[in-house]
């Protein structure tokens, strides 16, 4: 017997998939292009069919199915598309059905799983339609004309993230530390056990995001080989259906899914490329890599601010180490240009007033505590 979260989940699925059927049906209407409103009558047909499966269990549960009106948002993206064109809202509804994707990946009905699938295909759909129904995008173009530094724009980041959070982190307890007036003995120690402890949870955080990524992947990679089993034309209309969405024929984008669900092992790749997202080959990366990386990325930053420890003491070691992470803190900021295409005076300007300005916090706390234990 479904719980009354059972029945509010029922309620909320359906009106979800009631809105994206109205909203499908406004864009078939307003499309000029006839193969393309024929997609989005047929992502509509699959929205339609998934709100009668929460039509029939609410029925099941003895409760009555609410009368549906359209929200704010549908309503609002068809008046845009009504006015702008279909184009100009296809962005937006990209980044509804990307977040929309996995909506029923947790869901305990065992039809949320294939639903789940084809929430994936709509939104792999509208990924390709978003980009190729404006033609070129600007980005592309930006690329070409080399003004877009995106070459390596993610482990870039990624790195210097790492580096700035050790440094920015145990520069901050340093000067701390060095603020409540102790030794310089300690502030080394102090220095190297948040560098230790910072590198290792970073480590692990990012182990366990990576590995649960890949968990999760390989999940969904496996219900992409059973419905190829179960369901070798829904896969096929699904594939189709992304075919046509990056501007194919519809009889070429057909044929190019049946050869391509000819051979298992091929379909399942492709199936996993273009309607997971996934690259089967590497699963996101290696969780080990990612967490070596993390440690000693975020060693390196933070043991900028505790070297100068090793050689001086006092207001010298303050001094130096403040000096020393001035100068990570500019490099890092202006590092971060490579994908901004900012001043790199600018950027790493402004990384060091946040630096110091976290550093002087930390210490003025120190400075207070220090006084008051020592009074």
């Known amino acids: 017997m479904p719980t009354p979260e059972d029945i509010r989940r029922y309620q909320d699925n359906l009106t979800s998939e009631l809105e994206a059927r109205t909203l499908y049906d406004c864009l078939a209407s307003l ?16 929205e339609a069919g998934h709100a009668a499966v929460w039509e ?111 440094l920015v982190s145990v520069f901050s307890l340093v000067m701390g530390v060095a603020g409540a007036g102790v030794g310089s003995h300690e502030i080394l120690i102090t220095g190297f056990a948040g560098l230790l402890a910072g590198a290792l949870s970073m480590a692990l955080g990012e182990w366990l995001s990576v590995q649960s990524s ?34 194919i024929a519809p009889d070429a984008a057909r044929d190019m899914a049946q050869r391509l669900l000819s051979d298992k092992q091929t ?29 000693l990325l975020f060693a390196l930053g933070a043991f900028i601010p505790v070297a100068p420890y090793i050689f001086l ?9 403040a000096l020393f992470s001035a100068l990570g803190l500019f490099f890092l900021g202006a590092a971060i240009t490579l994908m901004t295409g900012k001043s790199a005076f600018f950027s790493g300007l402004r990384q060091v007033l946040f630096g110091l300005a976290a550093a002087a916090v930390t210490f003025g706390v120190g400075r207070l505590i220090g006084i008051n234990l020592g009074g």
């Open 31 to 46: 499309e000029e292009n006839p193969d393309l409103a024929d997609i989005y009558r047929r992502l509509s047909e699959t």
């Open 56 to 166: 029939a269990k609410l029925r099941q549960a003895g409760v009555e199915v609410p009368d549906f009106r359209s929200g704010w948002r549908t309503r609002t993206l068809c008046w845009l598309a009504r006015k702008l064109g279909v184009v100009s809202v296809l962005p937006t509804i990209a980044g509804i059905e990307r977040a929309a994707r996995s909506h029923y990946d947790t869901q305990p009905e065992p039809e949320a799983a294939r639903m789940s699938s084809q929430e994936r295909t709509h939104a792999s759909v509208f990924r390709n339609l978003a980009r190729s129904s404006k033609g070129l995008e600007g980005s592309v173009l930006a690329r070409f004309e080399g003004r877009h530094r995106t070459a390596g724009g993610n482990a870039l980041r990624a790195g210097v993230l790492g580096a700035n959070d050790g």
């Open 214 to 247: 890949r968990e999760l992947y390989q999940h969904q990679i496996s219900i992409e080989e059973r419905e190829l089993v179960e369901s070798p034309e829904e896969e096929m209309e699904e594939l189709t259906l992304i075919y046509r969405a990056k501007g």
């Open 267 to 295: 379909a399942l790749d492709t199936l996993s490329r273009e309607e997971l997202g996934i690259n089967p080959e590497d699963l996101g990366g290696s969780a080990w890599e990612a967490a070596l990386t993390s440690f």
């Open 313 to 321: 003491t006092g207001a010298a070691g303050i001094a130096a180490s």
